[in-house]
Nanobody
Framework: QVQVEESGGGLVQAGESLQLSCTVSGLTFDDTTMGWFRQAPGKEREGVAC????????YYRDSVKGRFTISRDNGKDTLYLQMNALEPDDTGIYIC???????????????????WGRGTQVEVSS
């Protein structure tokens, strides 16, 4: 059984930073494309960032480019999302996805397949 678990969310002020972590069990982590999505109240879920199995290729939503960095430690089966210069519009539940399909299309709408975590709350106050 695949388990995906996020941690690291919290309440911060605009301009501050947070790092999210995601641990995965039940699959071969270093063979798996990983990603982060988020869902804000009253809005559709949207892709934030994703990275290929080796950590070589990463893709980002336009609105977070230059502020967020996705990375992974395959030795620890852990995915990270470093979020800098946070803005109130970044508020939402951040969800980790394992075996994410269509990673290069993370900036688009549509269906993304994978194993989804339950999410961790990020709140950015102005």
């Amino acid at each position: 059984q695949v388990q995906v678990e996020e941690s690291g969310g919290g309440l911060v002020q605009a301009g501050e930073s947070l790092q999210l972590s995601c641990t995965v069990s039940g699959l071969t982590f270093d063979d798996t494309t990983m990603g982060w999505f988020r869902q804000a109240p009253g809005k559709e879920r949207e892709g934030v960032a994703c990275v290929d199995s080796s950590g070589t290729m990463a893709y980002y939503r336009d609105s977070v480019k230059g502020r967020f960095t996705i990375s992974r430690d395959n030795g620890k089966d852990t995915l990270y999302l470093q979020m800098n210069a946070l803005e109130p519009d970044d508020t939402g539940i951040y969800i980790c996805v394992a075996q994410l399909s269509r990673c290069p299309r993370i900036n688009s709408n549509g269906y993304f397949d994978g194993y989804w975590g339950r999410g961790t709350q990020v709140e950015v106050s102005s």
